[in-house]
T-cell receptor, first 112, second 116 residues
Framework: QQQVKQSPQSLIVQKGGISIINCAYE??????FPWYQQFPGKGPALLIA???DVSEKKEGRFTISFNKSAKQFSLHIMDSQPGDSATYFC???????????WGAGTKLIIKP | DAGITQSPRHKVTETGTPVTLRCHQT?????MYWYRQDPGHGLRLIHY???????DKGEVSDGYSVSRSKTEDFLLTLESATSSQTSVYFC???????????????FGPGTRLLVL
């Protein structure tokens, strides 16, 4: 029940295309859903986050879509660029102990 | 990297040797975390701290111990390193009193550990 399942494991998208990464969860107590971006040799960095009181959050080319009834959330990267090539992690938290439950990660490659 | 340093950045050691990794923060954040990252497993929590001398286990704590004697430093010790502990280790910090999202964790640059 504590798991966050992330798919796909890897993704190749043409430059200018839309990249979509999905996550699913079981624990209905989760109330914080961040996405992190990690470049090779670096630590993960917060990209965008959402709480379940909204269904969508957009920051530039990055959008989180949240479906509370389906217990799913996804990251959409519009107009994908080669600089977006990285590993992306979704996560979730109940906020009670400030621990994050992590997805397994998606390696995204944007082809020029 | 949000005022977080990790040392050493790279280490090669032999099986059975004790190893200590250090995480140092200048943000005065209350929470500190140690993760390991392995291909196919994402990030797995080893131990975390919610204050000086206050620590608790994560999902993969066997073979690891931690100490936090000062707000800014969080040490991870492998008592007797094994080859299965070869990994990249990340330290993270968070503070429930700061920012829009109190649960946000900020990561250090990582330590790459190879146990031969």
């Amino acid at each position: 029940q504590q798991q966050v399942k992330q798919s796909p494991q890897s993704l190749i998208v043409q430059k200018g295309g839309i990249s979509i990464i999905n996550c699913a969860y079981e624990n209905t107590a989760f109330d914080y859903f961040p996405w992190y971006q990690q470049f090779p040799g670096k630590g993960p960095a917060l990209l965008i986050a959402i709480r379940p009181d909204v269904s969508e959050k957009k920051e530039g080319r990055f959008t989180i879509s949240f479906n509370k009834s389906a217990k799913q959330f996804s990251l959409h990267i519009m107009d994908s660029q080669p600089g977006d090539s990285a590993t992306y992690f979704c996560a979730a938290s109940t906020g009670s102990n400030y621990q994050l439950i992590w997805g397994a990660g998606t390696k995204l490659i944007i082809k020029p | 990297d949000a005022g977080i340093t990790q040392s050493p950045r790279h280490k090669v050691t032999e099986t059975g040797t004790p190893v200590t990794l250090r995480c140092h923060q200048t943000e005065n954040h209350r929470y500190m975390y140690w993760y390991r990252q392995d291909p196919g497993h994402g990030l797995r929590l080893i131990h975390y701290s919610y204050g000086v001398k206050d620590t608790d286990k994560g999902e993969v704590s066997d073979g690891y111990s931690v100490s936090r004697s000062k707000t800014e430093d969080f040490l991870l010790t492998l008592e007797s390193a094994t080859s299965s502990q070869t990994s990249v280790y990340f330290c993270a910090i968070s503070d429930p009193t700061s920012g829009t999202y109190q649960e946000t964790q900020y990561f250090g640059p990582g330590t790459r550990l190879l146990v031969l």
